[in-house]
């Protein structure tokens, strides 16, 4: 693929207080590719995904958003987040906000779109994640994974150019992760550029184009999910991928793994 | 029986009165607290750390001295910095400042457990701080809020009977007429407490109401939440 990054991230460095989290990190991302992020607890992939997103200020390095220095001084931070799509481990959904709401509140008041027209654009937006049922419900009336739907719609509803996913599924009882994983699948299928922090195996071999593996806030590792999965270069990569693959999937075998998100999107409940 | 009928009918005009005077400092302190409580709590919450301390102090002073100090300090006391205040005044300007500073922290609690993950949601599609502020913290705070602001409501409006003591011609000051007039102090106040339960129990009942058309699915509010 010779075409430009969506995302473009050059030595990227952060601290809190006298520590260092994130320890320069280069990484691109293309039109319509999909990154999964895997890596232990504590290792910066969130920090990470803050500082694309400017919700936390780098304090080294620099990120571009298309042709866009993102991080050069007198950017509009709000703009740009308007740009970048972000799903989060809790939701954080707004709790006085029917599902609509949720989606639409962005578009009327961020872009300023007409009330008919944003509500057109939710219910859209709430057909995409298979949510068009429970427009006029309140996030409390809701399961863990039609909260996380309805935060995939929230962030689709502002067209962004990418999407940055947070451990989406990690907080949700094992049999809510495939609705939420499905509705992945689909936004990589019609073509979202996709950052998903995730430990979900099943979806990283069968959707992402390529595998970063962070630790102790550097890239260890990168490539295709075959290599990493099969052939992982560094010792550290090998040993959690094969933990991962235990602790997540049981006694699957690896051909079942790679049959898991399909066998979701057929599964009723 | 009887008597006390006719005596309720010959002072209860004067005391009516008086009520409309209680109603309107009780309605105009809260209002003033609300108008300078929820800047002071926004600024508590997220204000540069000086614009905190000094509010901050603000609150401490006037929740740490009895309200009847405050009131002789603005009536007597402030008149000597050449700052002069009608009797109303006065007792609208330190109820309501008085109130402000509770109201403050009541509106601190209920942002704070509005939680930070709302403001991070708001502003990650883009919403400035201010907007973040506006749709998506104050309104679940305000809910929030509802059960501490009605007690609020509640003692502002028993509070209001210190302002006699500057001769304003609220309830409690007419009733002081009304009793040494007819030497009659236990019927007079007797009535007066009536009253005032009767402004404390209608005044409950319109905000529950209220409370109840604006509830959301979910969000308890805080007194409910911890019970
Ligand atoms: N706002 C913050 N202030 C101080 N330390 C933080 C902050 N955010 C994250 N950290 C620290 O940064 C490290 C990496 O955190 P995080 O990016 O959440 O890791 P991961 O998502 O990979 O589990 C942790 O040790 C965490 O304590
Ligand atoms: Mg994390």
């Known amino acids: 693929m010779p075409e430009k990054p969506i995302l473009r991230i050059e030595n990227l460095r952060k601290s809190f207080g006298g520590t260092e989290i994130i320890k320069g990190i280069s990484l691109e991302v293309l039109p319509r590719e999909v990154v999964v992020i895997v890596g232990p607890s504590g290792t910066g992939k969130s920090t990470l995904l803050q500082c694309i997103n400017l919700l936390t200020r780098p304090t080294g390095g620099r990120i571009w958003l298309a042709d866009r220095e993102i991080t050069a001084p007198g950017v509009n931070v709000n703009r740009i987040r308007q740009r970048i799509g972000m799903v989060f481990q809790e939701f954080n959904l707004f709790n006085h906000l029917t599902t609509l709401d949720n989606v639409t509140i962005g578009l009327t008041r961020v872009l300023g779109m007409k009330a008919d027209e944003a509500r057109r654009k939710g219910r859209f937006e709430l057909d995409r994640v298979g949510l068009s049922d429970h427009a006029d419900k309140y996030p409390a009336q809701l399961s863990g994974g039609q909260k996380q739907r309805v935060g995939i719609a929230r962030a689709l509803g502002m067209d962004p150019a990418i999407m ?106 | 029986m009887n008597e006390f009928f006719i005596f309720f009918q010959t002072i209860i005009p004067e005391l009516l009165q008086g009520t409309r005077v209680t109603l309107k400092i009780a309605g105009g302190a809260l209002f003033i607290g609300f108008a300078v409580g929820l800047p002071t709590a926004l600024i508590r919450v997220y204000g540069s750390p000086w614009l905190q301390l000094i509010v901050t102090g603000y609150i401490n002073i006037f929740r740490g001295t009895p309200l009847l100090v405050q009131l002789f300090v603005v009536y007597y006391g402030l008149p000597d910095l050449g700052l002069t205040f009608s009797r109303l005044t006065a007792a609208y300007l330190t109820l309501g400042l008085n109130s402000s500073a509770y109201q403050a922290e009541y509106f601190r609690g209920a942002i704070q457990s509005v939680g930070e993950k709302q403001m991070v949601a708001a502003r990650a599609i883009g919403m400035s701080r201010f907007k973040a502020i506006r749709y998506i913290i104050l309104p679940q705070a305000f809910r929030l809020v509802m059960p501490s602001w009605s007690n609020e409501m509640i003692s502002i409006i028993k509070y209001t009977a210190v302002v006699f003591l500057i001769a304003v011609p609220d309830l409690m000051g007419k009733a002081k007429m009304v009793s040494s007039r007819y030497f009659a102090p236990i019927s007079t106040y007797i009535i007066v407490a009536l009253i005032y339960l009767v402004i404390v129990g209608l005044a409950t009942l319109i905000l529950r109401y209220v409370g109840k058309r604006f509830e959301t699915p979910g969000l308890e509010s805080m007194e409910t939440a911890t019970r």
Do not use: C, Y
């Open chain 1, 164 to 269: 940055l996913f947070d451990e989406p599924t990690s907080a949700l009882d094992p049999e809510l992760t495939g609705e939420v994983l499905n509705v992945m699948h689909k936004l990589a299928r019609e073509g979202m550029t996709m950052l998903v922090v995730s430990h979900e195996m099943g979806f990283a071999r069968e959707v992402a184009h390529r595998i970063v593996f962070m630790e102790a806030g550097f890239i260890v590792e990168a490539g295709p999910p075959q290599q990493l999965f099969e052939a992982p270069r560094s010792e550290r990569a090998r040993q959690f991928l094969s933990m991962i693959a235990r602790s997540h999937n049981g006694a699957d075998s690896p051909e079942d793994q790679r049959g898991r998100v399909a066998d979701d999107a057929t599964r009723k409940p």
